[in-house]
């Protein structure tokens, strides 16, 4: 049996992060063939214009080798969108690799140029000639549904891709008819531009004489990049294209698209025979990348005199940008999903909008469309308990599905397996002195301070990402080779699979090798994403690894003359139970006449039922109505990730997401001006993100229970900090002026001016 230090469960410090912090990272940008050229983009300054373009005098220049046009690359197919409605189909405007006479937000992508040195490339840059029309534009979803706003696309109306409908209306409305009350709010959930710290990079090779690409990038998946690009994009077979994924410095979701400038390096890189740098300043980044989040939400919730919730009815409209991105309008959709929470909503009905403006296309940021529901239904309850004199923990409980109606089917489809959701709420209450408040309160009060405390508990649905395989490979010298299609963007992944290896097999993490992100070493892969790595991959790894014990066993009883049954494997070794007779894995693996086939084995695993991790996040804050400023004084959580593989990483994870969350409570906004569409906060001097100090010292803990409908009872676990921090931060802060001013809404983010705005405008409604 496998020494449990190294095992599932234990905090295995990260065997990854020594050649990090040593400076040996390799990074895409890292990476510099020999005679590369460099490739930059130019990029549209209007948000919606009519344009002509003439390169002529810019290829003239000294050092530039390509420039490519729409004209360039008229035979490329567009960047696709992989959603689609089950009963109402759309057909999608189409998404060029360059825009041509036409662009639809700032950042729009109209040449792409090539020289010898990126000095030369800037100067390429400056001299191609544009003449540019402006026309208005079409910011915000709200703006851009209104008659006479500018249209994005003709041929969709209103700018609206579709309005959808889930649930049951007829049952809502009936809920609603027999309500004691209705407590409704309206809320925006702010756009939030990805800034992952390593900007994306690539490089494209090309061999001519094979006829076949090379690309290495800091992405999310190389499997499903390199099939996009391939089938749908470039049109070429997809074993002419390799995709290496080096390290990658974050990712968020929105480095798992395939995104324009790869499609243009393999047509440069084809053209001029050269390899082809390109990477993002950050730049790029606020106006090339996908953004997350940017709804409007109204949510109505139906109440009994006791406090049930008898239903619940939602409008909902996402802005979606300028294009469709690859899972763009599936975010909002999918999101709906989630709605009711954790809580037994038997009536549920939600309209859901997705519309076009002249903004940079949105997409999955670290949760998808979960913090977004999440974020409405917590809010949402809150407003419930307000509007019927509870509290806010006693509304929750009165409301929470019970853990004897488990598995329990929600009004829109979604089947919680397990968990104790009260049982969360009561710890994190414990934990943070729900009781002893109002003495904080009071004490805080004593220094011209406003003390709120918030409540946010929490579901999302996570590795539904589809069917990943992972293969193991006894290598010659008697360590393990893992290789599996999710890729690491500093989640863990060499020590979290290291440990589901050393769990059958007893090696410490340091004999377990780890390759991910190269498509030519890996044969297939879904790429990393909805928390699924350790749900999907995990199941997967497990598999092949006891699959290929039990392989080295028949091996290992050959060679010792005893029975498979008689043998235990540990440290790396087999033996015969009970003896010293042994064989080590080096010697098994270098055999002669072994049959080859028994040294590796696979195994895949797919969730069809997805995980449904969840959890209580409390908040307590500290505002200054003098300036507006919040601040956070304790933070509590607790998860139930069914079963925890490694405490540290778990934690590492959760502290991340929650900071994320923070950020876009307290900061984070991606402000496009109304009238002309100019990305307002466009740099690090306008958009804001958290440090160390916005936080506060985060109380960890699980109260687990493990998932029936995983094999490894694992819940998954990678955006939960991102899902239960912006209700609960947001709930914090609107009890602080609910109880001092009886102000029950604010928008995020929540900074200084907007909270004391709020407050002056209470004062001079009241003449205070």
Known sequence: ???????????????????????????????????????????????????????????????????????DVKELGGLPCLFNLPDK????????????????????????????????????????????????????AGHAIKPGAPQVWPQFPGNVLFDAAIGDKAAAEAAFAKAHAVAEIKIVNPRIVTNYMETRAAVCEYDAKRDHFTLTIGSQGSHRLRDILCQNVLKIPTDKMRVICPDVGGGFGTKLFPYREYALLAVAAKKIGKPIRWTADRSDHFVGDSQGRDNITVARMALAEDGKFLGMDVDLIADLGGYLSTFGPYVP???????????????????????????????????????????????????????????????????????????????????????DFAAHLKRAMEVGEWKDFGKRAKAAKKHGLVRGIGLASYVEVCGTMGEETAKVVLDPDGDITVLIGSQSSGQGHQTAYAQIVAEQFG??????????????????????????????????????????????????????????????????????????R??????????????????????????????????????????????????????VIVDDFGVTLNPLLLAGQVHGGTMQGIGQA??????????????????????????????????????NVPCTTNPMGVKGAGEAGAIGSCPAVVNAIIDALWREYRIDHIDMPATPERVWMAIREHARQHNL
């Open 507 to 580: 090696v410490p993490p340091e004999r377990v090798r780890v390759i991910q992100g190269d498509t030519d070493k890996v044969a297939t892969g879904l790429g990393t994403g909805g928390s699924a790595s350790i749900p999907s991959g995990g199941v997967s790894v497990q598999r092949a690894t006891h699959q290929l014990s039990e392989q080295l066993r028949d091996v290992a009883a050959d060679a010792l003359e005893t029975s498979a049954a008689d043998l235990e494997i540990a440290d790396g070794v087999i033996r015969i139970a009970g003896t010293d």
């Open 89 to 140: 189909p759309f057909v999608g405007p189409d998404y060029p690799i360059l825009a041509g006479g036409e662009v639809r937000h700032v950042g729009d992508a109209v040449a792409f140029v090539v020289a010898d040195t990126l000095a030369h490339a800037r100067d390429a840059i400056e001299a191609v000639a544009v003449e540019w029309t402006p026309r208005p534009a079409a910011i915000g």
């Open 333 to 419: 959709y999918g999101g709906v999903g989630m709605l009711p929470g954790l809580y037994d909503i038997k009536a549920f009905h939600c309209r859901i909008r997705t519309v076009f403006t002249h903004t940079v296309p949105v997409d999955a940021y670290r949760g998808a469309g979960r913090p977004e529901a999440a974020y409405v239904i917590e809010r949402l309850v809150d407003a419930c308990a307000r509007k019927l004199g509870m509290s806010p923990d006693a509304v929750r409980r009165k409301n929470f599905i019970a853990p004897r109606v488990l598995p329990y089917t929600t009004a829109t489809g979604k089947v919680y397996d397990s968990g």
């Open 666 to 703: 307290l900061m984070e906004q991606a402000v496009y001006d109304a009238a002309d569409g100019q990305l307002v906060t466009g740099t690090f001097m306008d958009y804001a993100l958290p440090r160390a100090a916005d936080g506060a010292p985060i109380v960890f803990e699980t109260h």
């Open 1 to 71: 049996m496998a020494p449990t230090k190294f095992g599932v469960g234990q905090s295995v410090m990260r065997k990854e992060d020594d050649p990090l912090i040593r400076g040996k990272g390799r990074y895409t940008d890292d990476y510099a063939p020999q005679a590369s050229a460099h490739a930059l983009v130019l990029r549209s300054p209007h948000a919606n214009a009519t344009f002509t373009l003439d390169a002529a005098a810019a290829r003239q220049l000294p050092g530039v080798l390509a420039i490519l046009t729409a004209e």
């Open 582 to 635: 042994s064989i080590s894995f080096a010697d098994l693996a270098k055999r002669p006449g072994v049959d080859p086939s028994k040294l590796n084995a696979s195994a895949a695993f797919s969730s069809a039922d997805g995980t449904y991790p969840n959890g209580t996040h409390l908040v307590e804050i500290e505002l200054d109505p003098a300036t507006g400023k919040i601040r956070i004084v304790n933070y």
